[in-house]
């Protein structure tokens, strides 16, 4: 039998090892994770006008899956052409959505940023707010007497959802398109959240409110409609 020279030898192994490298294909690695994009919106609720305050609200979501517990959520405030800038901590109303209450103290452009810091990811969306000077009317803010809110909610459990509703009704009709939110806190607490209502008939907007625990809340029904600005303060009980 005849013996390989050494030359042969060497090429045999370089050819080997060529072809174990084609095992693997290009651009992957073993045990590589693809992760989901951080996404949030900002939006807001209320009128954007100077001296009027708003609620300024980021929801967010990493793909179909709503983000309930952010590690952190910083909304930045600042007026084209300054330098200087607000940070607000928003809070968790749940359903992924974190907001702030402000108020635009001058007319002019505003870049609102929301801060989102999440199972290592951040992200940084940005919106551009023109706040509208506030021209005085005629009117006074509570133009009329014949003003009414009648408060609905069915029995509140700890824990569950609970419908929320209010009846609008202005000078014997029901008032329709107006910003209606609902303030809720519970009794002896600092801390409030806000949930925008939705005009499912006309003058009634409703929306649904989660209860953490037992005891008493508070619910305070805010309305706004260009000069009008009224609230009512309704004291449920939830199981």
């Given at each position: 039998m005849k013996k390989l020279p050494a030359f042969s030898i060497l090429l045999v192994l370089v050819l080997l090892a060529g072809c174990q490298e084609t095992e693997m294909p290009e651009g992957k690695e073993v045990n590589s994770t693809v992760t989901t994009p951080l996404v949030a919106s900002i939006s807001s609720v209320g009128d954007l006008v100077a001296g009027k305050e708003i609620i300024i609200e980021a929801s967010v979501k990493q793909g179909k899956e709503v983000i309930q517990e952010a590690d952190e959520v910083l909304i930045e405030i600042r007026k084209s052409g300054s330098d200087e800038r607000t940070m607000l901590g928003a809070k968790n109303i749940g359903e992924g959505k974190y907001q702030v209450l402000h108020t635009f103290p001058d007319s002019g452009k505003y870049f609102v940023i929301a801060h989102v810091t999440t199972k290592g990811l951040h992200v940084m969306p940005e919106k551009e707010f023109v706040i509208e000077e506030h021209k005085p009317s005629e009117?006074?803010?509570?133009?009329?007497?014949?003003?009414?809110?009648?408060?609905?909610?069915?029995?509140?459990?700890?824990?569950?959802?609970?419908?929320?509703?209010?009846?609008?009704?202005l000078d014997g009709?029901?008032?329709?398109?107006?910003?209606?939110?609902?303030?809720?806190?519970?009794?002896?607490?600092?801390?409030?959240?806000?949930i925008k209502a939705i005009e499912k008939e006309s003058g009634k907007y409703q929306n649904k409110v989660s209860f953490q625990e037992e005891g008493t809340y508070k619910i305070q029904v805010h309305v706004e409609k260009g000069e009008l600005h009224e609230h009512q303060l309704q004291t449920i009980e939830v199981e």
């Open positions: 009117t006074s803010a509570h133009p009329s007497s014949d003003f009414s809110i009648e408060f609905f909610n069915n029995r509140a459990k700890a824990g569950q959802k609970s419908d929320v509703e209010a009846a609008i009704i009709k029901p008032l329709t398109a107006a910003n209606v939110s609902f303030e809720v806190w519970k009794e002896g607490s600092e801390e409030s959240h806000f």
